[in-house]
């Protein structure tokens, strides 16, 4: 499965923070809504396309919270370059 996007509210603290995620698998799409950070919980959506997952992620980032995208760890993981 591929990240290809993670949001995040800019609030930290377990009681405060969300994130939603957007996956693709093959030919599915995954949407995870997540309240409470690493260790919180999770509600997950699947779609057949990235249209109906990217329509969730909108109504799901709509509301008071400063949404910020972050970017997503590329395959292989971060590599610093030498030097």
Same mark, same amino acid.
């Given at each position: 499965?591929?990240? $290809? %996007?993670?949001?995040?509210?800019? %609030?930290?603290?377990?009681?405060? $923070?969300?994130? #939603? /995620?957007?996956? #693709? ?5 995954? #949407?995870?809504?997540?309240? &409470? &950070?690493? +260790? @919180?919980?999770?509600? /997950? !959506?699947? !779609? @057949?396309?990235?249209?109906?997952? +990217?329509?969730? #992620? ?24 030498? &030097?």
């Amino acid at each position: 499965m591929e990240q $290809r %996007k993670h949001w995040w509210n800019g %609030k930290w603290g377990r009681l405060a $923070r969300r994130d #939603v /995620f957007l996956r #693709v698998d093959a030919d599915r799409w995954h #949407v995870e809504q997540r309240a &409470g &950070g690493a +260790e @919180g919980i999770s509600r /997950f !959506y699947e !779609y @057949g396309s990235a249209d109906e997952a +990217e329509e969730t #992620v909108r109504a799901l980032l709509e509301g008071p919270d400063t949404w910020r995208e972050l970017s997503p760890r590329p395959p292989g993981g971060w590599t610093l370059p030498n &030097g």
